[in-house]
């Protein structure tokens, strides 16, 4: 479930091993989030369109939101 090395190398009893994997995982979500995604996001392929939003013209109806 958690990588062995990882989970031998935490200091403590049951309770607090799992306190600071769960600390620990939030903080590599973190950095990722805030540093990593960020650096690669424009290396990322997600906003090359392929559609040409002029090529629509007016085939594309407008929805309205009922209230």
Aim: aromatic share 8%.
């Amino acid at each position: 479930m958690i990588y062995s090395a990882i989970w031998r190398a935490l200091p403590g009893p049951l309770v607090v091993r799992v306190l600071l994997a769960l600390l620990l995982a939030v903080a590599v979500v973190a950095v990722l989030f805030v540093w990593v995604f960020p650096r690669i996001a424009p290396l990322m392929p997600f906003n090359d369109n392929t559609v040409d939003p002029s090529a629509l013209g007016s085939s594309v109806q407008h929805v309205r939101m009922v209230r």
